[in-house]
């Protein structure tokens, strides 16, 4: 695809020569991705309008609506895109670590999501601090999360107990809390080194997987009697 200069103003014209119509179609909708990325990891999600991401694309409104039923959906795109990107990082670190411990894969797995925002903190913003201010990305996080929570259950960061509720807990406090230590290191509030946060984050994690395994599992409450009707005298 090549672009041919215009007047300003004006919009870009590419050249889209043997090329089909449907791809056509995702490479514009990966343009319109890769610009609402920058914007809402710059300048927030209350940036991104449908004018200012043609405007930074030099595409035409109509291609917007070709590929996004509406802003929302562009956002929640460009997180789903996020997500799917983190997913195969992680899933890449755990595969590496072949049968290691459980700590060097706990290590691993927060390695991977650790560097995987560091190194581009536009996506740190998207994931972990704008999906809490609108209300449909939001949403798309909590389902991210429990993704993430069954991935850690899956690689066997947690050891469940007869019962499971204390590892699911621990999972859930395990990706929650990583998040919210992440984007405190990201602020300048936790003064190590990325490195040292990791190593940190596993040995609490492995130790929360470790007292989550001892965790007996609840007795049922006694039954209590069943109410009589009001009224009525015993026989």
Do not use: K
């Amino acid at each position: 695809m090549s672009v041919i200069p215009i007047p300003p103003g004006g919009e870009t014209r590419r050249s889209w020569r043997g090329v089909s119509s449907a791809d056509r179609a995702a490479e514009r909708q990966q343009i319109l991705l890769d610009a609402a990325f920058d914007l809402v990891g710059t300048e927030g999600w209350a940036a991104l309008t449908v004018r200012g991401v043609c405007r930074a694309t030099r595409l035409h409104p109509r291609y917007f609506y070709q590929a996004f039923a509406d802003v929302d959906a562009l956002l929640v795109a460009v997180f789903d895109r996020l997500i799917g990107e983190l997913s195969e990082v992680i899933a890449g670190a755990a595969a590496a670590t072949g049968d290691e411990s459980t700590a060097d894969r706990a290590r691993a797995g927060l390695n991977a999501v650790a560097h995987f925002v560091a190194d581009d903190r536009r996506r740190a913003r998207v994931l972990y601090t704008e999906a809490l201010g609108n209300d449909r990305l939001n949403h798309r996080r909590l389902e991210a999360m429990q993704q993430f929570v069954d991935l850690l259950g899956a690689a066997g960061q947690t050891r469940p107990n007869s019962a499971g509720h204390a590892a699911q807990v621990a999972a859930y406090i395990a990706v929650g809390g990583f998040t919210n230590v992440l984007v405190a290191w990201l602020d300048g509030r936790i003064d190590v080194t990325l490195d040292e946060l990791v190593d940190d984050a596993t040995a609490i994690l492995v130790a929360a997987a470790e007292a989550a395994a001892g965790v007996a599992p609840p007795r049922p409450l006694p039954r209590r009697p069943a109410a009589r009707s009001p009224g009525r005298s015993a026989r």
